[in-house]
């Protein structure tokens, strides 16, 4: 498609949302054909007034081709003085682009819809590249990523962020890093730097093999707000059971 025509298009749907969560999670771009797993997901944030929000969700995903990857979540938020309540379902679905390996950089797609429990709230789809490459025991991911909200009668605008990730793979069970998330406001038009939220922090990584195609595999980082609008801290932390 020619760029001229493309444009219109693009500039439609990419023509708004809150974004990331403190149970989001770094992206990559690899699949595995046949995987099967339990995914469980938390996180934590404390913003500049003090006040605290928790966020959860638990989910079950399955390799179904060699570039395809595809998983279901219920999600849960929690605000301070609130209980937890499950406010949302969502279906991710990861594309590997690349082979493994064959490139300087392996890239992928991922595609996100959540789906709110309460209907009177916005849908929101997300979706964006993914990239990853190595320089010997060193791997490094950067993602793009855009997300919009659907809801009638209420005009939108598709919002940019980032992900990046540095993860030193010191062993199989233990390996150290550093995580970084962000948020710029509209995709063409940026928000002003103090209303951009931008965080980073280290970050620990495992697998332990169980046996046989059994594994379990854990991340969790520690982040600290770089901009004003961004929370002070937030833990984040996701365990995988895979078979």
Do not use: C
Not at 88 to 113: H, R
Not at 117 to 138: H, I, V
């Amino acid at each position: 498609m020619k760029a001229s025509k493309l444009a219109p298009w693009l500039g439609a749907f990419l023509s708004g949302a809150v974004f990331a969560g403190p149970a989001d999670y770094i992206y990559t771009p690899t699949v595995e054909y046949g995987e099967r797993e339990i995914d469980f997901k938390f996180g934590s944030a404390r913003q500049p007034g003090g006040s605290e929000s928790q966020a959860a969700s638990i989910g079950f995903g399955y390799g179904a081709t060699a570039w395809w990857f595809t998983e279901l979540y219920l999600k849960y938020e929690r605000n301070s003085g609130q209980n937890a309540t499950l406010t949302a379902m969502e279906w991710e679905n990861k594309f590997q682009l690349t082979e493994t390996g064959k490139y300087p950089v392996d890239v992928g797609l991922i595609t996100e819809l959540e789906i709110p429990r309460d209907r009177s709230n916005a849908y929101e789809f997300k979706f964006g590249p993914l990239f990853q490459t190595e320089f010997g025991k060193l791997q490094l991911n950067g993602n793009l990523l855009f997300e919009r909200q659907f809801s009638d009668g209420l005009p939108h605008k598709t919002e940019i962020g980032y992900q990046w990730q540095a993860k030193y793979r010191w062993q199989p069970a233990f390996e150290v890093g550093l995580q970084g998330f962000g948020e710029m406001g509209e995709w063409n038009n940026w928000d002003s730097s103090n209303l951009q939220k931008h965080q980073f922090g280290p970050a620990v990584f495992g697998k332990i093999a169980l046996g046989g195609r059994q594994a379990i595999k854990y991340n969790a980082a520690w982040l600290v707000g770089t901009s004003a609008a961004a929370p002070d801290h937030t833990f984040r932390m996701q365990v995988e059971y895979e078979f």
